[in-house]
């Protein structure tokens, strides 16, 4: 290999072959046994507990934290997957310091929360391994649903309706399962090829179909006319296909691209030694997805990583701990600058921006710019609802839901991110998958 | 440093920590290191009778029970006295005694209930210089078996029987160790002091199961299939043993009888606490067990700084304070009257002490949308269930003054009124 992390432009190979097992190996490894209950141990089991209020999904953590401490882990998955059939992937992606651990009252005993995601791996990891499925189908309806998209609100909605004794038929654009647990997820959260595991092991409930490589309203595929005609009712879980854009000159320049496609790139990589990335790379927002593309750019090889948000970081949407986790792997955090132009050309060769302030009319900017080389750019300052069909009512540009996701349109359901209710969080979409399926089971029962 | 010397019926130690007669001292080599520690004295395992020494099972002696971080709590064990041959003891023991003088050592003995065994084995310990002899009528498992042990020391009239023997042939001092593995403490102390005992020692081993096997149900520790009750130790027993303490320590017929504590002490705390309620020293086993025999380093600073504090010069001036303090039910006052509070700045909202209360006791806490928990004064009975549950000890009880009016009672605290007085005793004497 002639590559270095000094090497210009953007090229696969910067770092010796093992490096890349190093850096993208699991970041919070499994606890071990020992782990697992020293940590149960500092449950105080509270009353009404907060951590359970925290959680989208109403995970009972006391009492799973518990079934760990007496010697009963998959007891403890049982507990967590009744309420949440993705626990696994939730243990390792979600914010918990923003939900169920910074909700511990330990935070406020001794500002160490009891390690609550941790833990619920450790349950769920038990149970998975054993490749038991702790439910059973209740006895067939008869009736049949149709979801679109299998990322964590379609798996959720499908498991429950399955569970529930209907058939299920759920279809995704991509060519495997997962959405975002499958390609918009730092690596070394779920590594391992978790997320495809997870998903094989959900679908042991049995009654359910995937159809791969099918969009929603594409010529060939279906629309949502023919899915009503041959479904009893149909949930919408397709997440978010756009991305936003800019809105500068030069964006289409070669090297700047969107974060989720690099993300999905990397997941879908079997060689990471061939990937190219950039030496200089610059991520622009403050998201999740903006430090999960940081970070794991950093860990390709890119020499200097820079991380730029509009706003403060402690108006940044990733949380504390995410922000921590890039600047510990070298990533630079540059707040309150927004990009006013793309240099370069061809391909970029730096990005202007201008600081920031706070002005009435909101965030204004500021005379003061600077400049930062880049030859690799990545957007990550939102997505977008891709097309929807027309009859489907739309607010703040997501799918309008009222209740547990019932959409303007009879017989159809949304949730997760494709929904103004969606917080862009796998849990939330969990929840709501989860409890528009138990409303159309009501409705299907009823009817 | 307070002055931690201690002096137990004329037996004189550099502090009032012993070692009680146990696995730990039942050899020279692990004396030696006990000493070296810095404990202040022992009391050497159970010798037995000259003749083939008794045998231990080969399997597991000690099952556990544990609270969190796997913390030993309670320990239990099937061991029986001394294996090794009388001669090895009473050779190491002597040894033992002539390098450490400034250290008590004491010798404790089992043998069968008759004079003749006693009168035997009695001058063989005194030629080794020992400083006294602790008769064991408490353990409670195997030799009970055999009419010794707790056999012996649960009937009165067999322990002062041969505490009268002892007496008789020995001039060493007669510590005599009761099981509480009894009905009513009192009896056996009574007995051994009428026997002429020096002092009582207590508690021995609780009888005990503690743990059965859920596979090959049985009860643990499991020797072949089977198990076998075993003594009851450690931290766990330390509350049943400080009151059969203090019970002997009030008992006017025992009054002032020398007694040595034993029954899980573990800290500085628990000896210190032994001693308030009539203990003259202590003997520890489970927690040089547990951590080895370090621990008494600790001990003898806890003890020494807390003497400090009070102002005591000797360990006399701690033992049996709060002897006059332990009374009857009977004269508790009714009319001392608290109420919980919630001291907000330091409540982590938890929400133990509602669950306690609300569920299990007598509503009176109050939750609010915010989680804020306050007492409601009049429901609240003062019980203390919330003060027990609180991980962060943030409740305390606040006394109603005399005058106040308790919110539940509607009534005003009084002056001290108890039981015997009160209207709704049957048997009240009549106010004058």
Redesign the interface.
């Known amino acids: 290999m002639s590559t270095s992390q000094l090497t210009e432009g953007i090229v696969p190979g910067r770092l010796d072959p093992e490096s890349y097992c190093t850096n993208f190996a699991d970041h919070a490894p499994a606890l071990s046994a020992q782990e697992a209950?020293?940590a149960a141990?500092?449950c105080?089991?509270?009353?009404?507990?907060?951590c359970m209020e925290a959680c989208p999904t109403t995970i009972d953590v006391p009492l799973f934290i518990r079934q760990i401490a007496t010697g009963t882990p998959e007891a403890a998955a049982k507990t967590i997957f009744e309420q949440n059939i993705l626990g696994g992937m939730c243990a390792r992606v979600c914010p918990t310091e923003n939900l169920c651990e910074g909700s511990c009252?330990?935070m406020?005993?001794e500002g160490e929360p009891v390690e609550i995601g941790a833990l619920q791996r450790f349950a769920t990891d038990t149970l998975m391994a054993k490749q038991s499925h702790p439910f059973a189908r209740a006895e067939r309806t008869g009736k049949s649903v149709a979801v679109v998209g299998a990322g964590p609100a379609g798996l959720a909605c499908a498991h429950r309706l399955a569970m529930n004794g209907h058939e299920v038929t759920i279809y995704d654009a991509r060519s495997k399962p997962g959405g975002l647990n499958e390609y918009g997820i730092a690596s070394y959260k779920a590594p391992g090829g978790f997320a495809q595991a997870e998903v094989d092991w959900l679908l042991q409930i049995g009654g359910i179909t995937i159809v791969e490589n099918w969009q929603l309203g594409r010529e060939g595929d279906g629309d949502l006319a023919e899915l009503l005609g041959d479904y009893d009712a149909v949930f919408l879980g397709m997440g978010l296909a756009g991305v936003n854009a800019l809105r500068l000159d030069g964006e289409d320049k070669e090297g700047i691209r969107p974060a989720t496609d690099f993300i999905a790139e990397l997941r879908q990589a079997s060689d990471l030694a061939e990937l190219p990335i950039g030496r200089d790379v610059v991520v622009i927002g403050g998201g999740m997805t903006a430090v999960d593309a940081a970070v794991q750019s950093k860990l390709l090889g890119a020499l200097n990583v820079s991380l730029v948000y509009r706003r403060s970081r402690a108006e940044m949407p990733a949380s504390v701990v995410e922000q921590e986790h890039a600047l510990t792997n070298g990533v630079t955090i540059i707040e309150n600058a927004a990009p006013i132009a793309i240099h370069g050309n061809g391909a970029v060769r730096e990005v202007e921006f201008a600081y920031t302030k706070k002005g009435e009319g909101g965030l204004e900017m500021t005379d003061a710019t600077f400049r930062l080389k880049a030859d690799q750019v990545f957007k990550a300052i939102g997505q977008t609802l891709g097309d929807m069909p027309a009859q489907i009512e739309i607010a703040g540009g997501k799918i309008k839901v009222d209740g547990a996701g019932r959409t303007s349109v009879e017989r159809v359901w949304a949730g997760g991110d494709c929904t103004h209710a969606g917080e862009d969080l796998t849990v939330t979409a969990v929840a709501q998958g989860r409890d528009a399926a138990e409303e159309i089971h009501q409705f299907l029962m009823e009817g | 440093m307070a002055d931690l010397t201690s002096n137990f019926i004329g037996i004189k130690s550099p502090n009032p920590f012993w070692l009680a007669s146990a696995p730990p001292t039942d050899k020279e080599y692990n004396v030696r290191r006990a000493f070296e520690a810095g404990w202040g004295g022992v009391v050497w395992k159970t010798l037995g009778s000259e003749g083939p020494p008794v045998v231990n099972v080969n399997g597991p002696r000690y099952g556990a029970i544990y609270g969190?971080?796997?913390r030993l709590l309670g320990l239990n064990n099937i061991e029986l006295i001394t294996d090794r041959p009388l001669q090895t003891n009473l050779r190491e023991i002597k040894s033992v005694k002539r390098d450490y003088p400034d250290r008590a050592l004491v010798v404790s003995l089992m043998v069968p209930c008759d004079e003749d065994s006693w009168k035997a084995i009695l001058p063989l310990v005194e030629e080794t210089g020992a400083d006294g002899i602790e008769l064991n009528f408490g353990c409670p498992h195997g030799m009970a078996e055999r009419g010794m042990g707790s056999a012996v020391g649960q009937v009165p009239e067999y322990i002062e029987m041969v505490t009268r023997w002892c007496k008789q042939y020995t001039r060493m001092p007669v510590i005599v160790k009761l099981t509480p593995n009894i009905t009513d403490i009192r009896r056996p102390a009574e007995a051994a002091k009428r026997g002429g005992a020096d002092a009582v020692s207590l508690i021995n081993t609780i009888n005990s199961i503690t743990s059965v096997d859920l596979d090959d149900f049985a009860p643990e520790p499991t020797i072949d299939g089977k198990g076998t009750h075993g003594g009851y130790c450690g931290p766990a027993v330390k509350p049943i043993a400080l009151n059969m303490v203090a019970e002997i320590a009030r008992n006017p017929e025992t009054a002032g009888l020398p007694i040595s504590g034993i029954g899980g002490v573990t800290t500085w705390r628990d000896a210190a606490e032994f001693m308030a309620l009539g203990a003259g020293n202590v003997q520890v086993c489970t927690a040089a067990m547990t951590y080895g025999f370090k621990v008494v380093q600790e001990m003898i600073s806890g003890l020494s700084d807390y003497m400090d504090r009070k102002g005591f010069t000797s360990t006399s001036e701690l033992v049996g304070r709060a002897v006059p303090n332990v009374t009857d039910w009977q004269y508790l006052n009714l009319n001392y009257v608290t109420k919980a509070e919630i001291n907000q700045d330091d409540c982590?909202?938890?929400?133990?002490c509602?669950?306690a209360c609300e569920d299990t006791s007598h509503q009176a806490i109050a939750?609010s949308d915010d989680?804020v928990y306050t007492v409601k004064d009049e429901e609240c009975v003062a019980c203390n269930l919330c003060v027990d549950v609180c991980?962060?000890d943030c409740i305390t009880m606040r006394k109603l003054d005399k005058g106040e009016v308790d919110p539940r009672t509607g009534e005003t605290v009084g002056d001290y009124a108890n039981w015997t007085t009160h209207p709704n005793n049957p048997s009240a004497a009549a106010a004058e």
């Open positions: 209950r020293i141990d500092r105080y089991f509270c009353h009404d507990a907060p009252v330990r406020d005993a | 969190a971080d796997r982590i909202k938890c929400g133990r509602f669950a939750v989680r991980p962060v």
